[in-house]
């Protein structure tokens, strides 16, 4: 069965900035890779109406996203700004239908500081993330953290804290052009290396963190989203239902075999 991987960010641009290296290494793999944007970014080029903008920067997305050998993009057509007000049932309702439909099994989205403590960023996490725990399917939601690749295509620092969480550590050296090349797609953005992408990719990070949402597990030196995981532990409630489930099927294996 072909690995599917799905980002749900608020923005075009978010998809390569925050985690471009990360999306065109699971592309070349052989996964598929499929994007969910919440806004058009209409309110993202000075001078330019925001039906202009939203053509411009949809256009900037999709050019993007070939390059980063992304497969499916759907857009959800929020007011760049706005996610914050917009009527919440009706956005998760949408996420869960998609979610559903690709059924990927790895999802990626922005943790609860959204990267830049945009409020676009960090509703798209509050709806991505409720979305997510509502779609009853086995998969794994990651946020980005931050890191020296967000600091470097977002211009914020790193933060020491993980809140606990799995980290996995993305190695992205040998996707860094294709990312460079991704960022040059989003020109109306001013991207920071504009020069040659081979030349600007030796200037990036080589990895890219994910800090591991749901499941809750305790697990370390993970390299790989899709990384077999540790079991997790049953809880007192669960270990004490299994051992009364054992108990019960030996006293009816116990009646029936005293019955003749």
Same mark, same amino acid.
């Given at each position: 069965?072909? =690995?599917?991987? !799905?980002?749900?960010?608020?923005?075009?641009?978010?998809?390569?900035?925050?985690?471009?290296?990360?999306?065109?290494? %699971?592309?070349?793999? @052989?996964?598929?890779?499929?994007?969910?944007?919440?806004?058009?970014?209409?309110?993202?080029?000075?001078?330019?109406?925001?039906?202009?903008?939203?053509?411009?920067?949809?256009?900037?997305?999709?050019?993007?996203?070939?390059?980063? @050998?992304?497969?499916?993009?759907?857009?959800?057509? %929020?007011?760049?700004?706005?996610?914050?007000?917009?009527?919440?049932?009706?956005?998760?309702?949408?996420?869960?239908?998609?979610? =559903?439909?690709?059924? *990927?099994?790895?999802?990626?989205?922005?943790?609860?500081?959204?990267?830049?403590?945009?409020?676009?960023?960090?509703?798209?996490?509050?709806?991505?993330?409720?979305?997510?725990?509502?779609?009853?399917?086995?998969?794994?939601?990651?946020?980005?953290?931050?890191?020296?690749?967000?600091?470097? @295509?977002?211009?914020?620092?790193?933060?020491?804290?993980?809140?606990?969480? +799995?980290?996995?550590?993305?190695?992205?050296?040998?996707?860094?052009?294709?990312?460079?090349?991704?960022?040059?797609?989003?020109?109306?953005?001013? +991207?920071? %290396?504009?020069?040659? *992408?081979?030349?600007?990719?030796?200037?990036?990070?080589?990895?890219? %963190?994910?800090? !591991?949402?749901? *499941?809750?597990?305790?697990?370390?030196?993970?390299?790989?989203?899709?990384?077999?995981?540790?079991?997790?532990?049953?809880?007192?409630?669960?270990?004490?239902?299994?051992?009364?489930?054992?108990?019960?099927?030996?006293?009816?294996?116990?009646?029936?075999?005293?019955?003749?």
């Amino acid at each position: 069965m072909t =690995r599917t991987l !799905l980002a749900i960010f608020a923005h075009p641009d978010d998809e390569t900035f925050g985690a471009g290296g990360t999306l065109a290494r %699971y592309a070349a793999d @052989g996964t598929r890779v499929a994007l969910i944007c919440a806004t058009r970014g209409e309110a993202g080029i000075a001078g330019l109406s925001p039906e202009e903008a939203g053509q411009v920067r949809e256009r900037e997305l999709r050019s993007a996203a070939a390059t980063l @050998g992304i497969a499916e993009i759907r857009l959800l057509g %929020y007011g760049d700004g706005k996610l914050a007000q917009a009527e919440p049932e009706e956005v998760v309702g949408q996420l869960v239908s998609a979610i =559903r439909d690709i059924r *990927p099994q790895v999802v990626i989205t922005f943790g609860p500081d959204g990267i830049s403590g945009h409020p676009d960023h960090i509703a798209i996490h509050r709806l991505a993330t409720q979305a997510f725990d509502r779609t009853g399917l086995s998969a794994r939601l990651y946020y980005v953290m931050p890191s020296e690749a967000t600091w470097q @295509g977002c211009g914020v620092p790193p933060s020491p804290a993980q809140d606990g969480r +799995p980290v996995v550590g993305v190695d992205v050296a040998a996707h860094l052009v294709a990312k460079v090349q991704a960022m040059q797609r989003h020109a109306s953005q001013n +991207p920071p %290396y504009p020069g040659p *992408p081979v030349e600007e990719a030796t200037r990036l990070a080589c990895h890219e %963190y994910f800090a !591991l949402a749901r *499941p809750s597990i305790v697990a370390n030196g993970l390299t790989d989203l899709f990384a077999a995981l540790p079991r997790r532990p049953r809880s007192n409630l669960q270990a004490s239902r299994h051992e009364r489930r054992i108990r019960l099927t030996t006293l009816e294996g116990k009646t029936k075999g005293g019955q003749h």
